[in-house]
């Protein structure tokens, strides 16, 4: 797939207008490349310190075109519908929850939870349904960070497995794949979906061309700077890692750098992530409204155990993922693919999500209360619909309410938005 970094070839930058300008103001950027799809001849995704895929302009934006940046950009607003599914004002719509893992015992030791996402690929390109899954991978040049790639066979979802806590805009490239006569599953973070959602309900190629998309549960894309400081903890760099996985290889595996000389330093997920990673995520992120894939057909989490006081557990174990069916399309590839012997499931509890979830969940109590601080900033914020923040926000305590709000204005004062 093409990638869209700057090179000595395109045209000089320029400033942004319209509605990146109004993405850049509040620093709502969450990467997906929705933008570069909708403007590929003057829009392209860049890495920008400290370490994020931000759009870039090299030549004028239509009307037409901004004004469709406008409606499908994650970074400005999100609406969802539930359209008579069971609809929780936390985790959102849905037809059916269930844990599960991958049947194939290498594929789940490879992937990040239970593999039951990648099962899930697999079975849809071994069935003919898809010719090729758009997904994400690490860079070879750079390990530690992301290309989108096109994988066409089970020995290729495999490889590409795993989560990888980086940036990654997989929709910049997808123009000349709307163009071919196959049909792709696509698999991104619930932005990147989001995203191509709203497109898709303007531009009929994307169904056509793209008849399935699967996200996963996302706490945060952490910048370029935090893969260098895990790197840095385990006393390399980029200069010496040949290879590096964020986890993955058991659940829920170790941070794993591997050396030229073909030694590996490792630290855990509870290290990496709680450690360092979530330190260096994105302001959009910590005002995401969906960090559990509303609009994708299918998600997959981690379906972490918890301990007696009810928080989850990061033991190593045999990996085990949540698989939430959010549409009708969704809930019959999870039947077909259990029925083909792909996956095995088993019924999972949506109560059990606030404890196992709190990162999700704190998130979203906390969320009204963090844009009402941005709104007192005079901050442009994303418009949510169909998202329920008041209802959410109500199982926040009043007191923690105004600490998040004046958390945010802090923040916003002190120059550490964006
Ligand atoms: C940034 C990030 C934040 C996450 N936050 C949470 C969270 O809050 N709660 C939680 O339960 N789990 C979180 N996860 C883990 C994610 O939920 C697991 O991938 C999920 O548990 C599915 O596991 P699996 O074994 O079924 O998936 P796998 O079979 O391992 O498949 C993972 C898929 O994700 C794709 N992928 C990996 N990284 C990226 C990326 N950066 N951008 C786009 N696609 C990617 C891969 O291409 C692959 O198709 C996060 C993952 C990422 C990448
Ligand atoms: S969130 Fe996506 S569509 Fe919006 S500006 Fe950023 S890359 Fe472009
Ligand atoms: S937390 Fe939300 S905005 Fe950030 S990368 Fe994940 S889905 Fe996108």
Not at 119 to 146: K, M, S, Y
Not at 288 to 308: F, N, P, Q, Y
Request: include cysteine; charged fraction near 20%; aromatic fraction near 4%.
């Amino acid at each position: 797939m093409p990638n869209n970094e700057h090179g000595p070839d395109t045209p000089p930058l320029q400033e942004v207008t319209g509605s990146l300008a109004r993405v850049e103001r509040g620093k709502l950027c969450s990467g997906c490349g929705g933008c570069a799809l909708v403007a590929p001849a003057s829009i392209h995704m860049e890495l920008q310190p400290p370490g994020f895929l931000r759009p870039v302009q090299t030549g004028p934006v239509s009307a037409a075109e901004d004004a469709r940046i406008a409606r499908i950009c994650p970074g400005l607003g999100q609406s969802v519908s539930a359209g008579g599914r069971t609809d929780d004002a936390i985790w959102g719509p849905y037809l059916a929850m269930r844990t599960g893992h991958a049947t194939d015992e290498r594929l789940r030791f490879a992937a990040s939870s239970g593999g039951a996402l990648s099962a899930v690929l697999t079975h849809l390109l071994e069935t003919g349904e898809v010719d090729a899954v758009i997904q994400t991978a690490a860079a070879p040049a750079l390990p530690i960070a992301n290309i989108a790639v096109l994988s066409e066979t089970a020995s290729a979802v495999q490889e590409a497995a795993g989560s990888r806590y980086a940036p990654s805009a997989p929709l910049a490239g997808l123009a000349p794949l709307l163009e071919e006569e196959r049909r792709f599953a696509f698999v991104g973070k619930p932005c990147d979906v989001a995203a191509l959602r709203a497109l898709a309900a303007e531009d009929a190629r994307i169904d056509r061309r793209i008849p399935v998309m699967i996200s996963f549960f996302c706490g945060g894309i952490p910048s370029q700077k935090g893969g260098e400081a895990v790197l840095a903890a385990l006393g390399t760099d980029l200069a010496t890692t040949v290879a590096f996985r964020y986890r993955g290889n058991g659940w829920p595996g170790h941070a794993t750098a591997t050396l030229r000389d073909g030694s590996q330093k490792s630290m855990t997920y509870h290290a990496s992530w709680g450690g360092i990673l979530s330190h260096h995520v994105q302001h959009r992120c910590k005002i995401c409204a969906d960090g559990t894939g509303t609009a994708a057909d299918l998600v997959c989490a981690d379906a972490w155990d918890s301990d007696a006081r009810g928080y989850p557990v990061f033991d190593e174990r045999d990996g085990v993922s949540l698989i939430v069916a959010r549409t009708a399309k969704g809930a019959a590839l999870l039947a077909e693919a259990e029925r083909a012997a792909r996956i095995v499931t088993e019924a999972f509890d949506p109560a059990r999500l606030a404890l196992i979830q709190p990162g999700q969940l704190n998130r979203r109590r906390a969320l009204l209360a963090r844009l009402a601080g941005l709104w007192i900033l005079a901050k442009p914020i994303p418009r949510y619909r169909g998202l329920h923040l008041v209802t959410a926000a109500r199982q926040n305590p009043l007191l923690r309410n105004i600490k998040n709000a004046l958390g945010m204005v802090r923040r916003g004062l002190t120059g550490r938005i964006g």
